[in-house]
């Protein structure tokens, strides 16, 4: 009954073992952490408290993650059922990127054995943009995991259980469908609170709104990014068509953030800076660059169907997103004095938590129904879908 | 303390308690005290013994003194006559010529190895000291008789502690200061022309509070007072670091309260608190550099009165920086070989893999978009 299977075949492969080696070295580079504390291992320091980890695990990690929340959207929200083959490859990226990013967060924690404190009622400060990410992240975590529960129940349970879990399910898709909403924003907000410690560039108040936009479109672009990669590697049909459709979406997010972003530059007077700010002018612009390409790699409709440019576009929109994350966070964010640059072990732990993710991706589409079988492959399938949704099936 | 004893001085020095206990803590503060000594200093100058001083004047100018006497926390001349009893000084007493002479003479005998001996103005040594005579007496034969029987010898002014501008060459009258004749005693000297009042009258304080002279330097200076050059708490010392110094008087930068180290400002040789305790207490800017006038030097010997006023002081310790101090420090690790190498090998890597991949894509098919658009 199920349009979804598993893969099969070997999960000793090339990457799988490279992938392996490098979790298991930064779980080694962990254990140093933990025993001999934070300065054993990484360069984060008073002045830059959140480095890399932070940067890259938790707020790039969790844009890339976007991919279950921006096709859940469209699929459960916009109710475009053609999309739906998406759904499941993009949810269970999206529930190991989320978990890692907030799995990360202890191990950048000084004094993790606290971090009960921010969940515990009497502790926690509610007025803190902190406290928003902190709590939203963890149940998106939990109600990411319970989203892709149908693979389970169809793995290991019988056909009651899935019934079951399917009168259930639509709670948590519309958690799924706000909660992101909620702390990606939030991840831009934590960078209004840190007022002048970031470049007039990149402070506004809109930064909510674009940190949102770009996670969106981040989201859709790893769906694009993943699939191709998939088809690519497992030498599966091309799913050139149906993802030709998200890239319209990309086209309109990004035209949309481009807009808000120079409109507020200008509104606030700021436009100057975009030359005078010397490298990160540069940066600026290297993260414009690569926000525009998509948008006009995929303007044309004929384009849109080009797996090459499709996945350029992808690409591009990512390391954009990426670019500006770590832009924001780390490269205009500045204390007098302060210098960083994330030591090797660091970038080796991140390294290591981005190849548990491939490792346990590869797991999953070779042992859970995750992908839909070759042969069923197309617009039409039988899906799982909010009750509402249900009736146009 | 008891009360009586505050209203006891209250009524013999005509002040108010609360001026009295402030004159105790400026004291204190002055010398570097610590705390409680304020106390112990109003102790003692309630009860003690009013001690008998013996005053000399020889080669000076009185300088000295006008300089006490304008001293005011509170009015000098109660805490002179009061506190102390002076039994002797040429510009204050009542009595004059033999009369004086036996009055100093009947002090020292009642107060024999009590009495504190202050000398004021250089003492002339050649020809038998026949330059400088008080009541037929030189002032080499004046100063022996009066440190034989003193309880401790102040030399207050330049000119009683190293010879002072009487000594400036020639030095016709041979003059010299009072540690030099006085070699088998121990002097403690108040240089400066005038010196800060309060330095002098810190150091009695001192004295009539613990029984003994403060800690002094190899030339018997006070070090609560002597042991900073003028340099080190200039208050335009910021413009020496910065490089801007007045050029000319008159010019843009002495104006402006630039350095006045090239006009000669003898600061940075000059060892004295003037910048920290200034004169005649009426505040900021009450010293001779606050004023616009370089520093020449009238504590120091060899310097004062030595040197020429203009000429380019010679630079002790605190020399011109090289280079502006941060006034950030940098922390943090920055990028290093490996993390670079890291980063760039990785992103190659991503690169090269990534570029390999979108090559191969177009290859093996063309997409079938004949139903792109049909949604």
Known sequence: ?393 | MKDSMLTAIETRLGLSRRSFMQFCAAMAATMGLPKGADAQIAHALVSAKRPPVIWLHFQECTGCTESMLRAEHPTLEKLILDIISLDYHETLFAAAGHQAEAARRASMAANKGKYLLVVEGAIPTKDNGIYCKVGGQTALEMVHECAADAAAIIAIGSCASWGGMPSTSPNPTGATGAPVILKDKSVVTIPGCPPNPYNFLSTVVHYLTFGKLPEVDAKGRPKFAYSRLIHENCERRPHFDAGRFAQEFGDEGHRKGYCLYKLGCKGPETYANCPSILFGDVGSGSWPVGTGHPCIGCTEQGIGFQKPIYELAELKYVLPPVGYPHIVEEQGQGMSAGSAALVAGVGGLAVGAGAMMARNLGKNKKPDDTDFGKE
């Open chain 1, 1 to 393: 009954m199920s349009k979804h299977a598993p893969l099969g075949g070997s999960l000793i492969t090339r990457t799988t073992v490279i992938a392996a080696v490098l979790f298991v070295l930064s779980m080694v580079l962990l254990a140093v952490r933990f025993l001999k504390g934070l300065g054993a291992v990484a360069n984060i320091n008073n002045g830059y408290p959140w480095g890399i980890w932070v940067a890259y695990d938790v707020v790039i990690g969790t844009a890339f993650a976007c991919g279950g929340y921006a096709m859940a959207l469209l699929v459960y929200i916009l109710n475009k059922g053609k999309y739906h083959p998406l759904v499941r490859p993009a949810l269970l990226a999206s529930m190991f990127g989320y978990s890692l990013g907030g799995f990360s967060v202890i191990f950048d924690l000084g004094r993790y054995w606290n971090f009960w404190h921010i969940m515990t009622p009497g502790y926690a400060n509610p007025n803190s943009v902190m406290f928003e990410v902190a709590l939203c992240v963890a149940c998106y975590c939990v109600v990411l995991w319970i989203e892709f529960t149908p693979s389970f129940a169809e793995k290991w349970g019988g056909p009651a259980l899935k019934r079951r879990l399917n009168n259930v399910l639509f709670v948590f898709i519309a958690l799924g469908c706000l909660l992101p909403t909620m702390h990606q924003s939030s991840l831009g907000t934590l960078l209004v609170v840190f007022g002048q410690l970031i470049h007039p560039l990149w402070q506004t108040r809109l930064l909510p709104l674009l940190f949102l936009m770009s996670a969106l479109a981040m989201g859709f672009s790893i769906v694009i990014f993943e699939a191709t990669l998939v088809t690519s590697a497992y030498k599966r049909p091309s799913e050139a068509r149906i993802l030709a459709f998200v890239t319209r979406y990309i086209v309109v997010l990004m035209s949309a953030y481009l807009l808000l972003r120079w409109g507020d530059l200008a509104y606030e007077g700021k436009l100057g800076l975009v030359f005078s700010s010397g490298g990160l002018s540069l940066m600026f612009w290297l993260e414009n660059l690569l926000f525009a390409t998509p948008i006009v790699l995929m303007l044309p409709k004929a384009n849109r169907v080009n797996e090459r440019l499709q996945f350029l576009s992808a690409v591009s929109m990512l390391l954009g997103g990426g670019l500006y994350r770590i832009d924001a966070y780390l490269v205009a964010y500045g204390r007098p004095g302060w210098h960083y640059f994330p030591s090797v072990g660091e970038l080796l732990v991140t390294l290591g938590i981005i190849a548990l993710e491939v490792l346990a991706y590869i797991v999953f589409v070779k042992r859970l129904p995750v992908l839909h079988p070759v042969h069923a492959a197309g617009p039409t399938h039988a899906v799982e879908r909010a009750p509402a949704a249900l009736t146009t099936e």
